[in-house]
């Protein structure tokens, strides 16, 4: 039996957990599949509820549970993803942008993953007024590069695609930070003498993500960087509604779409539930390999298929270009499953 953690968010994320709750019961009903789902609130509706957007009692369900899955929260993100990222030590953000059929994407055979560093960089928050000028501290460590490199050559061997790793960095401004950063990635390069290691500065990387999304296969960067170009990349292959992420650690993992809350369209049947529903496949495929369960990744690949073959079909949302609603979408997903 596996414990899942949800956390239901807020603006779309209880729409799109609905969609992903039916998804992983129809799975569950396919290929008897053990798991339980235990909805919690963190978020905007938790702050005004307790006074805090991650509560104690969330937070202890998700240190019982074998994973973690969080729609997106509103305002208050910072203090919950950030924070969870830290406190489980989360420290590889995962954000695969992938080409699907009939999607408004740049080219179709875009397959690339960006590893990012999780745990520091600007993202720490250290900011503080010195005068008239406010001023953040940039931490980048060499503990923490070296092992996110290790994370990203690793992931290259395992997906036996282009086997190539681009680190992505701007040491030829950021000469401490990014120097270390890059060397750092430099210096584990060297023990995978069979994957392709280049290096590219963030604003040429931020180009050719547009101009030849299809040669890259393993991005690896800071966390700043990492974010922003993910967002690029979730754009390049069609939007974020179909981008889903995870935040691994050595012991647990949480996995989420990369899209924010969208209150504009809460409540109206308009969200794209794929990212979510991709990021539960990406936590199968996780469950997986830390148990060493064949069936968790028959479950992920069900998953992929399914959506794979709805969109294949035409049947999409308005925001690739369709005009099904969240509800009608997950049906098709899961009347997709076998």
Same mark, same amino acid.
């Given at each position: 039996?596996?414990?899942?953690?949800?956390?239901?968010?807020?603006?779309?994320?209880?729409?799109?957990? !609905?969609?992903?709750?039916?998804?992983?019961?129809?799975?569950?009903?396919?290929?008897?599949?053990?798991?339980?789902?235990?909805?919690? !609130?963190?978020?905007?509706?938790?702050?005004?509820?307790?006074?805090?957007?991650?509560?104690?009692?969330?937070?202890?369900?998700?240190?019982?549970?074998?994973?973690?899955?969080?729609?997106?929260?509103?305002?208050?993100?910072?203090?919950?993803?950030?924070?969870?990222?830290?406190?489980?030590?989360?420290?590889?953000?995962?954000?695969? +942008?992938?080409?699907?059929?009939?999607?408004?994407?740049?080219?179709?055979?875009?397959?690339?993953?960006?590893?990012?560093?999780?745990?520091?960089?600007?993202?720490?928050?250290?900011?503080?007024?010195?005068? $008239?000028?406010?001023?953040?501290?940039?931490?980048?460590?060499?503990?923490?590069?070296?092992?996110?490199?290790?994370?990203?050559?690793?992931?290259?061997?395992?997906?036996?695609?282009?086997?190539?790793?681009?680190?992505?960095?701007?040491?030829?401004?950021?000469?401490?930070?990014?120097?270390?950063?890059?060397?750092?990635?430099?210096?584990?390069?060297?023990?995978?003498?069979?994957?392709?290691?280049?290096? @590219?500065?963030?604003?040429?990387?931020?180009? $050719?993500?547009?101009?030849?999304?299809?040669?890259?296969?393993?991005?690896?960067?800071?966390?700043?960087?990492?974010?922003?170009?993910?967002?690029?990349?979730?754009?390049?292959?069609?939007?974020?509604? @179909?981008?889903? +992420?995870?935040?691994?650690?050595?012991?647990?993992?949480?996995?989420?779409?990369?899209?924010?809350?969208?209150?504009?369209?809460?409540?109206?049947? +308009?969200?794209?539930?794929?990212?979510?529903?991709?990021?539960?496949?990406?936590?199968?495929?996780?469950?997986? @390999?830390?148990?060493?369960?064949?069936?968790?990744?028959?479950?992920?690949?069900?998953?992929?298929? +399914?959506?794979?073959?709805?969109?294949?079909?035409?049947?999409?949302?308005?925001?690739?270009?369709?005009?099904?609603?969240?509800? !009608?979408?997950?049906?098709?997903?899961?009347?997709?499953?076998?």
């Amino acid at each position: 039996m596996y414990q899942i953690a949800l956390i239901t968010g807020d603006g779309i994320g209880p729409e799109i957990s !609905e969609s992903m709750i039916k998804v992983l019961e129809a799975v569950n009903d396919r290929l008897d599949l053990k798991i339980k789902i235990e909805k919690l !609130e963190a978020g905007d509706n938790a702050l005004k509820k307790t006074g805090k957007a991650l509560p104690e009692s969330t937070l202890e369900s998700i240190k019982k549970s074998n994973a973690c899955l969080k729609a997106p929260v509103g305002e208050s993100a910072a203090d919950v993803i950030i924070v969870l990222r830290r406190m489980l030590n989360l420290y590889a953000n995962i954000r695969p +942008a992938k080409s699907y059929p009939n999607m408004p994407a740049l080219k179709n055979n875009i397959d690339l993953v960006i590893v990012r560093e999780n745990t520091e960089d600007l993202y720490t928050g250290m900011e503080f007024d010195l005068g $008239n000028a406010a001023v953040a501290l940039r931490i980048i460590s060499e503990n923490a590069s070296r092992r996110i490199a290790k994370y990203a050559f690793l992931m290259a061997t395992q997906r036996n695609q282009k086997r190539k790793v681009t680190c992505v960095h701007k040491s030829n401004v950021m000469r401490k930070t990014d120097g270390l950063f890059a060397r750092s990635c430099n210096e584990v390069a060297k023990g995978f003498q069979d994957i392709h290691f280049d290096q @590219m500065y963030v604003d040429a990387c931020a180009m $050719n993500l547009i101009r030849q999304p299809e040669t890259f296969d393993v991005i690896v960067t800071t966390n700043l960087f990492g974010d922003i170009l993910s967002d690029e990349a979730a754009q390049v292959v069609g939007g974020l509604g @179909m981008a889903p +992420a995870a935040n691994i650690g050595d012991d647990f993992a949480l996995f989420e779409p990369v899209h924010g809350a969208a209150f504009d369209i809460a409540g109206k049947q +308009a969200a794209n539930p794929s990212s979510f529903i991709l990021s539960a496949k990406m936590m199968f495929e996780w469950l997986g @390999m830390k148990n060493n369960d064949q069936k968790c990744f028959e479950v992920a690949k069900k998953i992929e298929s +399914a959506v794979y073959g709805v969109v294949q079909n035409g049947i999409k949302t308005k925001d690739i270009g369709g005009n099904i609603t969240t509800s !009608e979408f997950t049906e098709h997903v899961i009347s997709n499953i076998t």
